[in-house]
C-alpha cells in the first residue's frame, strides 16, 4: 500500500511516500527555522506562512522523488496534534482535499505516537511491553507500549520540554537557536561536573518531569556570575567556561531523562527503551543511556537521526499501522493543538 504522509505541526512541512509501514522512498522536509532565528523560538504566524506556501510544491516533490504519481497514492496520513493550531489545519485540509479528490482513505496521526513509532521502523524484533520516550522541541513524554496501538501515559513534562529548556539556555547564554545541537557542541570541550545544576525527580517514584527549575538556575547563576557576585567569588568561582557551563547544565537535564526513562523498563518489565524527537539526536543522550541500559540488559532501540526530527515518514508510517489496525478518520478530523498520548 503506498502511503503519503503529511507533517505540519510546527516549523517543519514535511511530505512522505512510504510503501506500507517500512520501505520510505521520499521523505522531504521544508523547514522554515531559518525564518525563526532571530526570534529565538518558533514564531506561529511565520510558520504558517511557511506552511501554506511549500505544502504544494513539498508534496509534489515527495510524489517525484518516490517516482510515484498522485493517483498511485492509496492513503493519505496527516498531522492532527499536537502542535500549532494554524500550522495543524494547514496539513490537514491538504489531506482532506487529497482524500477526496483522490477517494482515498484518510487517517490522522497522532505526532508523539509518530515519534514512538519511529524507533520500532524496520526494527524486526520488537518486544512488548516496551517504554517509548520522546524528547523534543515540544514534548517530553514517558508512556508503556503493549502493543503497536496501545499505548499508556506514564510521565510527561510539567512544564518545559528537554528540548525547550535546551532552547531557552541557549538564548540566555546568547548562542543561537536551535539550542539543542549548539550546546551539544559546546558542552563537548567542556566538563559536566563543573557546575551542580538542580535535577527534579519530583515525588518519589514519579515518571513526569519539570525543566523549570534548572532553567532558573541557570538565570541565576549566569545573572551572579556576570556581576561578579560574592558568593560565588567565595566559593573561588570568578569566571566558568561557557563549555562548562553548557556540559553542566547538559548533563543535569539527561541524567533526569536517563533515570526516569530506565526505573520505567525496571518496573514496567520492559527489555526495551524506544526513543524518539529531536534531542534523541544527541550523542551525549545516547551515550549515557546507552551505559544505564546495558547495565540492566535493556536494549535501546532509536530511529535514524533524519527520522528523529519532525518528518512526514513517521506519520505515513505510523498512519499504515493504524490504518491496518482498523482505525479510520474522517472529514470531521480537526485540530487538536493540545493532544495527549495514551488510550
Ligand atoms: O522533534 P523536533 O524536531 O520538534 C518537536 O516536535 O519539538 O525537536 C526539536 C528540538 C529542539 O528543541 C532542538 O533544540 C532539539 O530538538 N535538538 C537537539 C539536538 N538536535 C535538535 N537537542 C539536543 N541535541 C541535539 N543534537
Ligand atoms: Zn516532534
Known sequence: MLVLGIETSCDETSASVVRDDFDILSNKVASSLNLHKKYGGVVPEIACRHHLECINYIIKEALDAAGVKLSDIELVSVTYGPGLTGALLIGISAAKALSYALSIPLIGVNHLYAHIYSAMLNKVDVRFPCIGLVVSGGHTVLVLVSDYNKIKLLGQTRDDAAGEALDKAARLLNL?????????????????????????????????????GIKTALLYYVRD?????????????????????????????????????????????????LIGGGVSVNKTLRIMLNDRAEDKNIELLFPEDKICTDNAAMVAAAGYRLYKGGIRSDYSLDAEPNLGLGN
Do not use: W
Open 176 to 212: 543561537g537557536y536551535p539550542g539543542g545541537p549548539i550546546i551539544e557542541k559546546m558542552a563537548k570541550n567542556g566538563s559536566s561536573n563543573a557546575i551542580n545544576f538542580p535535577r527534579a525527580y519530583l515525588e518519589k517514584g514519579s515518571f513526569d518531569f519539570s525543566f523549570s
Open 225 to 273: 556570575l556576570s556581576r561578579g557576585d560574592t558568593l560565588l567569588h567565595k566559593k573561588g568561582i570568578q569566571s566558568v567556561p561557557i563549555h562548562d557551563i553548557c556540559a553542566s547544565f547538559q548533563k543535569a537535564v539527561f541524567d533526569v531523562i536517563v533515570d526516569k526513562a530506565i526505573d520505567a523498563c525496571i518496573r514496567n518489565k520492559a527489555e526495551q527503551l
